[in-house]
C-alpha cells in the first residue's frame, strides 16, 4: 500500500466527505462526512432506514456512492467493489449472514481469500486445520467439517466474523453482529474486538442497543434520515442525549401496559416432547394474557415455538388450542386454527424477496383480500397502508420489492403481515430484535391492544426489561427444559436468570 507522503499518526485512516446516496429518486444518504481513527471502534447508530448499512456498503465497495470521495490514510481512493475493498483491508460483516450454506464452516471461512494454490489443488488437510487453529484462538467453538447449514444463526454469524478477521484486514465494519449472540459469544465478540482495536485496526460496530455501544464503543456517529447528525466521544453523551439525537424528539413513554382482563385457556400445552431437543413442555395462554418465555439462545425456546405452529412437530404430549385437543403437523393447519408465528430468523423464513411490500404484508390474509378468489388491490392497498403507518415502515412506495428495505423495515412488515392476520393465539419469536428504540414503543402498544382484545400471546424475548415490562407470566427454559413459571411478582432479573443459566438448577432444587 502507498501512502501519501503527508500521512502522519493522526490522519484518519478513513475520510469520507460528502456521502450521498440516491435510489432511483430517493436520496437516502445525504453529505455524510465522517473521519475513522486508526485503533478505534466506533459506533454507528440511527433510526431503521437512516442509512447506516448504505454506508457501510459504500465503505465495503458494495455501492457507490451518488456523489463524495472516499481515503485512505489521506489518499483519495475508489472503492468499485468488494473485491477492491478486500485489497484495502476493508472488511463487512453483512446485518443479513451471506455465507454459502452447502460448503462445510471451514470451506466458507477460506473464501474470498486470494490462495496463491491453482484451482483443483486444495489443500483442504491445511484448510480444516487453519480454520480449528483460528477457531480455537476466537474461542468459538463449531466443528468446522460442518456444512454452514444446520449452525445455528448464531454460529453462522460466529464463523463470518472469523472469516473477517482471518483476512487481516484494518477496518472491519460489523452490522448488528450481536443480535442472534447469547451473552457469552457477545463477551467474545467484545474481547475480540478489543483486542483488534489494541493492534491499531479500526472497527465501526453498528446495533440498537446503548448499553452494547457504552460497554465497546470509544465514539459514536448518529444518523437520522440518511444525515449525519453527530460524531461524538460516548463519554460525552447520556442515553437521553443519543435518543434525542437519533430520533428528533423526545422518547414516548412505554412499557405501561394497560392490563387485560384474563380470559378463559386459549393455548394448553402438556408433556410436549421432541427428543435431543425439548422434553416436558407444559403451561398456558390464557385469553388477554401475554405470557413471556425467557431463557439463553440455543434454550429450545424457539423449537417449542417450531413445534407449536407445525414447522417441526412434536414427538409426544398434547395441545389444546381454545379447548379442543389437536394434532399440528403443518403451518397451514396451524394458521386454521388461529395461531399466528412471527419467526425468529425473519429474514429468512417469512419475506419473499421478489414482491412487493404490500404484497408481503398481506401474504397471510388472502381471505381478506381476495374475497372469491380475485385479489382487491384496493384492499390490499389500504391493509397495506395502515400498517406502514402503525409501524412507520420507511419505503418509498409499497409497490417497491421488499428487498429493498433497509433490515429493521423488512422485519417491521413481517410483523405487520402477522398482526394482520388477528390470530387467536400469537406466538412472537424476538419480535424486536433490529428494531429501533423509537419503534419498540409502537410495537408494544400494539401487543398491548392485541392481549386487551382477548388474543394470547407468547412473547419469545431475549430482552429482560422487555419481558418483565410486558409480560403477565415469565416461563423461562434452559436446556430444553421449563426451569421455571414466575408470576408477574416473582419474575425479576434475577429470578429469571437464575431459570435461564444450565448450571444453577440443582441450586434452584435446593
Ligand atoms: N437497494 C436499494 N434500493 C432502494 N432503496 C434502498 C436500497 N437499499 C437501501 N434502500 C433505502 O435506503 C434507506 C436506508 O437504508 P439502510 O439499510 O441504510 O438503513 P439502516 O440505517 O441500516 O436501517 P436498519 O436499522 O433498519 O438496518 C432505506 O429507506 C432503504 O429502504
Ligand atoms: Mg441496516
Redesign the pocket.
Known amino acids: 500500500m502507498t501512502n501519501a507522503a503527508t500521512t502522519t499518526a493522526d490522519t484518519p485512516l478513513i475520510s469520507a466527505r460528502g456521502i450521498s446516496k440516491q435510489?432511483?429518486a430517493?436520496e437516502?444518504l445525504r453529505d455524510v462526512d465522517l473521519d475513522l481513527g486508526r485503533g478505534e471502534i466506533h459506533a454507528l447508530l440511527?433510526?431503521?432506514?437512516?442509512?447506516?448499512?448504505?454506508?457501510a456498503k459504500i465503505l465495503a465497495g458494495v455501492h457507490r456512492p451518488s456523489r463524495g470521495s472516499l481515503a485512505l490514510n489521506g489518499t483519495p481512493v475508489e472503492v468499485t467493489s468488494p473485491i477492491v475493498a478486500q485489497k484495502l483491508g476493508i472488511t463487512l460483516i453483512h446485518?443479513e449472514p451471506i455465507s454459502f450454506p452447502d460448503l462445510s464452516v471451514a470451506e466458507n471461512l477460506v473464501l474470498g481469500r486470494t490462495g496463491g494454490s491453482p484451482l483443483g489443488r486444495v489443500p483442504w488437510a491445511r484448510i480444516t486445520r487453519d480454520a480449528n487453529q483460528l477457531m480455537n484462538l476466537l474461542g468459538i467453538r463449531i466443528d468446522v467439517t460442518r456444512p454452514m447449514r444446520g449452525l445455528s444463526i448464531a454460529d453462522q454469524q460466529m464463523v463470518e466474523i472469523a472469516r473477517a478477521l482471518a483476512s487481516d484486514s484494518r477496518l472491519i465494519i460489523m452490522?448488528?453482529p450481536t443480535a442472534p449472540l447469547t451473552p457469552n459469544e457477545v463477551e467474545t465478540l467484545f474481547g475480540i474486538a478489543r483486542r483488534l482495536r489494541d493492534e491499531g485496526r479500526t472497527i465501526v460496530f453498528?446495533t440498537?442497543r446503548l448499553e452494547e455501544v457504552r460497554a465497546l464503543c470509544d465514539r459514536v456517529t448518529i444518523?437520522r434520515d440518511?444525515s449525519k447528525i453527530a460524531t461524538e466521544e460516548i463519554g460525552k453523551l447520556s442515553d437521553a442525549d443519543i435518543i434525542r439525537l437519533m430520533i428528533g424528539r423526545p422518547l414516548k413513554e412505554y412499557m405501561h401496559k394497560t392490563r387485560a382482563a384474563i380470559g378463559e385457556v386459549a393455548l394448553k400445552v402438556e408433556g410436549l416432547t421432541l427428543p435431543g431437543v425439548f422434553s416436558d413442555i407444559s403451561f398456558e395462554v390464557r385469553k388477554g394474557e401475554i405470557v413471556g418465555l425467557g431463557g439463553l439462545v440455543g434454550a429450545g425456546r424457539t423449537d417449542v415455538a417450531r413445534a407449536l405452529f407445525g414447522v417441526a412437530p412434536a414427538t409426544s404430549g398434547t395441545v389444546t388450542i381454545n379447548g379442543k385437543a389437536e394434532v399440528i403437523t403443518e403451518p397451514s393447519q396451524a394458521i386454521a386454527l388461529g395461531l399466528a408465528f412471527v419467526p425468529e430468523d425473519r429474514a429468512v423464513a417469512g419475506i419473499f424477496r421478489t414482491l412487493s411490500v404490500e404484497e408481503n404484508i398481506t401474504a397471510a390474509v388472502p381471505g381478506q383480500i381476495a374475497p372469491g378468489g380475485m385479489i382487491k388491490r384496493a384492499l390490499e392497498r389500504t391493509l397495506a397502508q395502515d400498517s406502514v403507518r402503525k409501524l412507520r415502515i420507511?419505503?418509498?412506495s409499497l409497490r417497491?420489492p421488499i428487498g429493498?428495505?433497509?433490515?429493521?423495515?423488512q422485519q417491521k412488515a413481517i410483523l405487520a403481515r402477522w398482526l394482520l392476520t388477528d390470530p387467536s393465539v400469537l406466538i412472537l419469536d424476538e419480535p424486536t430484535r433490529?428494531i429501533?428504540i423509537g419503534v419498540k414503543a409502537e410495537f408494544y402498544d400494539m401487543i398491548g391492544e392485541l392481549a386487551a382484545a382477548g388474543r394470547a400471546i407468547l412473547l419469545i424475548s431475549s430482552e429482560l426489561p422487555e419481558l418483565l415490562a410486558l409480560c403477565d407470566r415469565v416461563l423461562v427454559m434452559s436446556e430444553g427444559r421449563l426451569t421455571a413459571n414466575l408470576s408477574r411478582a416473582e419474575a425479576t432479573q434475577e429470578s429469571v436468570m437464575r431459570a435461564a443459566v444450565p448450571q444453577t438448577r440443582e441450586t434452584i432444587a435446593a
Open positions: 435510489f432511483a430517493i437516502v440511527g433510526e431503521n432506514g437512516a442509512g447506516k448499512s448504505t454506508f446485518q452490522d448488528e453498528i440498537h444518523f440518511g420507511r419505503l418509498a417497491q429493498e428495505l433497509s433490515g429493521g423495515n433490529g429501533d
